[in-house]
C-alpha cells in the first residue's frame, strides 16, 4: 500500500496550509491520492504529512498502472477530470484560490467514471505556484488588454487569445488558419449551418424558431460504491421534451470546456465560482445551483449555442452507451475554433473593414468599462452580502438588547402604576422588533443581494471572455493583412486573397453578430434583473416599517 | 511677564497629549493660565512646554495678586468659575476627559465677570490623575454604591454622598446633623415651605398649581471687550412671563452648583456633557443647546426645583444690581443638603421604617440596573450615530457608486437600440437613489439618535444622582439609630429622640416623594421619547421605499 513517489521539481507550499513543500529528487510516501483539484497527500522522510501537486512529483512503485503511465508534467484528464476546483473560467479574473470549500460536498464529486479516459492534457493544473516550471500563471490580468491582443495576433494559428484560460492547451485542432486560408474543406449538412441576417439593429444571429428553456432543480447528494463517494446531482429538465436528466458538475465542466474550443468567438457562460459565498453546506449548493441556472439560462437563450449538438447531447441523453458515442463525438469535433465558422451563412455584401474596426474598437473600450463595472457590482454584492450578516445584524441587536434592557430595569421599579408597567412591556417589545429586525439583515441577502451577485458572476464570465473574441477576431484580420500584403508583393494569388477576404468577412459577421446579440441580451436581461433587485429591497424597507410601526402601536395602547 | 511657579506635587502628564509631566520642587516658567479647566501651561527647564494642572504649582513671582493669594491646593472660584470644560455632574461617569473641544466657542466662555469672586473652594479641580495628592477621583463607579452607601454613613456630618461630585467641597454649611439633632432653629415662612401629601401612588410632592415651562433658545455668540473674548449666550423665555433672558454656561454652571448643595434628595438635571458630539460648530451649539432644554424640562416639571428661589432669579432676572443681590444672597442660603427638609411639611403620620427600608432597597436595585441600561442606551445612540454617518452613509454611496459606473459602461455602448439607454439612464438613476439613500443615513441621527441620545444624557446624570439621594437619607437613619441607642443607654433624652425620629421621617418622606415624582415622571417621558424615536425611523425607513420606488418607476418607462 505505500506507494513511493519522487518530486521532479521544488515546490514550496503555502505556510499556513496544509501545503507540504517538496525539493527535486526528494521521496515521498504517498497517503492520499484523492484529495482533488490535482494535489496529493503525501509523508517526507522527516514524517511530516502534507499536500503537493500531483503533476511534481512522479510514482516509483506502481499500485495503479492508469496513473503511473500519465505523464508526471502534465496530468492526464482522469487526474484532472474529477476536479471540482478548477472552475476559473473568467478571463482576467486573477483572485485564482484554491482548497477554500475541500469539504463542502462540491469537491467530493470526484469519483472516476466514463470520463475518465477523455480530454485533452492539462498544463494548468496545479501550476498556480510561481516556482511551477511548465505553465503560465492562471490569472493574466485583464487589464493587458492590448498588449494580449498584441500577442494572440503575433502567435496566430495557435490558440490565440485562450492562453489564459486554464483548461486550454496547445492543440491543432484550435485553429482558424486552415479556415482562414480555405485549406479546410468540410461538407457542413444544413442541418448543421447557422445563419447571420440583418435586422434594424444590425447583423443578428437568426434568432431561435423554438425558443426553450432548461430548469435546473433539485441538487441532491448522491454516492457510489456503497457511499465511500459522494457527489452532488443538478436535476435538469429542458422544455422541449420535459425529461429530466442528472448532471453532475463534472458534467458541466466537461461541457464548459467543448463549448470552450468550439467557439471561440462566443463567450461561454461561466460555471458557479469555486469562491462562492455561503455559511453552509446547503445554501452552498443552492447558490451553485442558481449559478448553474444562470449559466443554463444564457445558453438557452443563445441562438448558436442553444441549438450545438454537445449542448443538446447534454441536455437529452439518458443512455450511458449513446452518451459515451456522443461524447467521443464531441470529442473529435473538429470544427473548432475559427473553423467553426465554415458552418455560418452569412450575407453577401462584403463588410468595410474600417466599419468592423470601428465597432470593435467601441466594444473594447466597452468591454474594459465593463469589466471594471460588473466585477465592483459583484464585489460590492458580497459586501453587502457580508455587512446584511455581520455588522447591520449585530447593530440591530445590539439596538435591541439596550431596549430590552432598559425595559427590564424600568420593570424593576415597577411598583402599582400601571402605566409603568405597559411602558415596560412596550420597551421590551422594542427591543424585540430591533431583535427581529437584525435577524430579518441576516436573511435580506439572499433575496437580494445574493441573486444579483450571481447575475453579476455570469456578466463577469461573459466581459471576461469577450477579449478573447475579439482577440481572435483581431488576429483573423491580421492574418488577412497579411495576406493583402503577399498579394500586393505577388507571392499570393488574388483568387486565394478573395476566398481569405471573404472568409475574414464571415468571421467579421460572427463578431458583430455576437456582440448585438450580448448588447440585446443584456438589455433585457440586466433591466429585470435590477427590477427584481430593487422589489426585493423594497420589500425589505417594507418589512422594517411594518415592524417598527406595530411596535409603535404597543405604547398607544 | 515670566511668571515662575513651583511644583507642589509631582504630576504624570498623559503620553500623546498636551500634558507635561511636572516634579515636586520643579521650577516652571508660567505662559498661559487661560488655558481653562484648571490647567496652566508653562515651560520646564529643559525647553519643553506644555499643560500641568494649575492646583499643582505655586507662582513664585506675582504678576496677579489675586492669583497669589489662591491656596494651591484648593484654587479660588476665581479660576474654577471660567471652566467651561468640567462639566462631569453625573455620579458614576468616569469617561471624564478634557480638551476635545478646546476651541469650539464653548469654552471660550471664560472671561471673569460678577461671579469671580463667589463660590465654596473646589478641590477636585483638575485632579483626575491617580497621583493627585488631595481630592478623589471624580469617577468612583457606581457599581460601588454599596461600599459608597457604608463609607458615607461613617461621615455621617460632613458633605456625605457628594464626595463624587468634583464641585462639591467639605463645608460646615451642607450639613444634616444640625437639622436632625433639632440643633437647626429656622423660621421658614409660610410661602417657602414645601408640602409632601398622599395621593393614590403613594406620598409625593404636592403638584404645581401654576405648571410654566421655558423654552431655550437661539443660541448666539456673543463677545466682550472689543471681540476678544466670545461666548455662547442661550435665551430663555419662561412662559409665565413671557420674558427673555440671556444666559452662559457660566450661569447654568452656578445655577446648578447651588442646586446641587440645596437639594441632596433630590436628584439635579445633569448640564451638557463636554463630550458631546458634533461634526461642526453650529450642530455642537445646537446639541448643548437641546441638553440645555431638557434640564430646564426637567426643572420647570418637578414640583419643588420649579419653585426654588435660585432658580427663579436665574429665569427671571434682567437687571445686573439685582442679579448680584440673589446671586449673593443664594450663596448665603444655609438651608442646604439636609437642612433643607426644614421647610418641609409632611403627614402627621409616623412612618414604619421597615416598610421605608423596603423602598429603598428596592430603589438600590433599579437605580444599579437602570444605571447600566441608561448608559448602553446612550453609548448605542452615540454609537449608532457614528454608524449612520459613517460605515452605513459609505457602504450605499459605494453601492450607488457601483450602480453608477455600471450605467455608465453600459452607455458606452448604447448603439442605437432605444432600449439600451432607457436602461442606462434607469442603471445611473439608481446609482444616484443610493448615493442620496447615505445622504440620508448621514443626516437621519439627528432626528432619532441624537434626540434619544440626549434624553438618556438626562437620564444618565438623574440615575446618577439618586445614588447620592439614597445614601444621604441612609446616613441620616444610621444616625436615628445612633440616637436611639444612646437613647438606650440613657445617654439621650427620649423627648429629643422623638425630635430626631420625626425628622428622620421627614427626611424620608422627602425621599419618598422624589421616588414617586422620578417614578411618574420618567414613565410619561420615555413613553413620549420613545414614540418620537420610533416615529422618526418609520419615517427614515419610509423614506428609503419611496426612494427605491421612485427609482423601480425608472425602468418601467
Known amino acids: 500500500m505505500s506507494t513511493q513517489v519522487q518530486a521532479l521539481y521544488d515546490f514550496t507550499g503555502e505556510p499556513g496550509t496544509t501545503e507540504m513543500s ?3 529528487g526528494e521521496l515521498l510516501t504517498l497517503i492520499n491520492t484523492e484529495i482533488g ?24 512503485a506502481a499500485e495503479d498502472s492508469e496513473h503511473t503511465k500519465a505523464a508526471p508534467a502534465a496530468p492526464r484528464y482522469d487526474q484532472a477530470a474529477d476536479d471540482w476546483g478548477d472552475q476559473q473560467y473568467s478571463a482576467g479574473d486573477n483572485n485564482y484560490q484554491r482548497g477554500t470549500s475541500q469539504d463542502d460536498g462540491w469537491d467530493d464529486d470526484w469519483d472516476d467514471d466514463t470520463y475518465s479516459e477523455i480530454g485533452p492534457a492539462h498544463q494548468n493544473k496545479a501550476h498556480h505556484n510561481q516556482q511551477a516550471p511548465l505553465a503560465p500563471l492562471p490569472g493574466m490580468p485583464i487589464n493587458d488588454y492590448n498588449h494580449q491582443i498584441d500577442e494572440t495576433a503575433s502567435n496566430f494559428g495557435s490558440t490565440v487569445g485562450t492562453v489564459r484560460k486554464s483548461k486550454f492547451a496547445p492543440s491543432s485542432k484550435v485553429s482558424g488558419e486552415s479556415y482562414l486560408l480555405g485549406t479546410l474543406n468540410v461538407d457542413v449538412p444544413d442541418s448543421d449551418k447557422v445563419y447571420i441576417v440583418q435586422d434594424e439593429e444590425g447583423y443578428v444571429w437568426s434568432p431561435l424558431s423554438h425558443p426553450y428553456s432548461v430548469t435546473v432543480a433539485s441538487p441532491k447528494k448522491e454516492s457510489k460504491f456503497k457511499g465511500i463517494k459522494s457527489f452532488i446531482a443538478y436535476q435538469l429538465t429542458p422544455s422541449f421534451n420535459n425529461i429530466q436528466v442528472s448532471r453532475r458538475y463534472k458534467h458541466f465542466d466537461w461541457l464548459h470546456e467543448r463549448l470552450q474550443e468550439k467557439f471561440t468567438l462566443i463567450p461561454i457562460p461561466p460555471l458557479p465560482d469555486k469562491q462562492i459565498s455561503g455559511r453552509y453546506d446547503e445554501q452552498l449548493i443552492e447558490r451553485r445551483r442558481v449559478q448553474l441556472q444562470e449559466f443554463v439560462d444564457w ?18 441523453c439518458t443512455d450511458e ?4 458515442a456522443g461524447k467521443r463525438q464531441a470529442e473529435r469535433d ?23 474596426d470601428h465597432i470593435t474598437e467601441q466594444c473594447h473600450t466597452f468591454v474594459a468599462s465593463m469589466d471594471t463595472s460588473v466585477k465592483a457590482v459583484g464585489n460590492m454584492c458580497i459586501a453587502q452580502t457580508k455587512k446584511f450578516q455581520g455588522p447591520y445584524k449585530t447593530d440591530c441587536q445590539k439596538v435591541g438588547e439596550a431596549f430590552y434592557n432598559l425595559g427590564n430595569a424600568l420593570s424593576l421599579d415597577e411598583g402599582t402604576i400601571v402605566s409603568t408597567s405597559k411602558l415596560t412591556s412596550a420597551i ?36 471576461g471572455s469577450l477579449p478573447d473574441a475579439l482577440g481572435n477576431h483581431k488576429a483573423a484580420v491580421q492574418k488577412k493583412r497579411e495576406c493583402e500584403r503577399l498579394t500586393a508583393e505577388n507571392k499570393m494569388e488574388v483568387a486565394q486573397l478573395n476566398e481569405v477576404l471573404r472568409r475574414t468577412d464571415v468571421i467579421s ?6 456582440i448585438n446579440h450580448f448588447k440585446a441580451e443584456r438589455t433585457t436581461d440586466i433591466k429585470a434583473t435590477m427590477q427584481k433587485f430593487l422589489r426585493q429591497q423594497i420589500t425589505f424597507y417594507k418589512k422594517v416599517v411594518d415592524k417598527l410601526e406595530a411596535t409603535l402601536r404597543q405604547y398607544d395602547e
Request: contains cysteine.
Open 22 to 24: 517538496i525539493t527535486c
Open 37 to 60: 483539484e490535482g494535489w496529493w497527500e503525501g509523508r517526507n522522510s522527516k514524517g511530516e504529512t502534507g499536500l503537493f501537486p500531483a503533476a511534481y512529483v512522479r510514482k516509483l
Open 299 to 316: 445558453m438557452c437563450r443563445h441562438p448558436v449555442l442553444s441549438k450545438s449538438e454537445v449542448w443538446q447531447h447534454f441536455l437529452t
Open 321 to 324: 452507451k449513446r452518451w459515451k
Open 334 to 356: 473538429n470544427l473548432l475554433g475559427l473553423n467553426y465558422c465554415i458552418s455560418l451563412v452569412v450575407p453577401e455584401k462584403a463588410l468595410l473593414q474600417s466599419q468592423v
Open 428 to 463: 421590551k417589545l422594542t427591543g424585540g422588533a430591533y431583535i427581529e429586525i437584525g435577524r430579518m439583515y441576516d436573511e435580506q441577502p439572499k433575496y437580494d443581494w445574493e441573486p444579483l451577485g450571481d447575475k453579476f458572476h455570469l456578466y463577469k464570465g461573459i466581459v
Open 509 to 514: 459577421y460572427a463578431l458583430l453578430a455576437e
